[in-house]
């Protein structure tokens, strides 16, 4: 499957933006989805996290602030982000983890948050 995300941009601090994931596919049958991101100098990391049972993570950097959603009839998810800090800024990627054990990534969106 084929992953694109899209929405990032750049905000200020304590604004909002949505990112969405589509995915070429059905990701109905996906046993997991979710959003990692990179910021420059660092390893990618988990952000949020969606199992096809509905089971939801969040890294604790973004617990409160972040929501992951999915929406099955449009092959997408997203990434509902608040209260935006500037160490939130990095490329996010979009990944899907088949049953088959495929995995597939987006080639990422930028989000900066700055002033």
């Known amino acids: 499957v084929q992953l694109v995300e899209s929405g990032g941009g750049l905000v200020q601090p304590g604004g909002s933006l949505r990112l969405s994931c589509a995915a070429s596919?059905?990701?109905?049958?996906?046993?997991?989805m979710g959003w990692y991101r990179q910021a420059s100098g660092k390893q990618r990391e988990l952000v949020a996290g969606?199992?096809?049972?509905?089971?939801?993570t969040y890294a604790d950097s973004v617990k409160g602030r972040f929501t992951i959603s999915r929406d099955n009839a449009k092959n997408t998810i997203y990434l509902e982000m608040n209260s935006l800090k500037p160490e939130d800024t990095a490329v996010y990627y979009c990944k899907s983890d088949a049953v088959s054990g495929m995995e597939s990534w987006g080639k990422g969106t930028l989000v900066t948050v700055s002033s």
């Open positions: 969606i199992r096809g049972g509905g089971t939801i």
């Open positions: 596919g059905t990701i109905f049958f996906m046993k997991a």
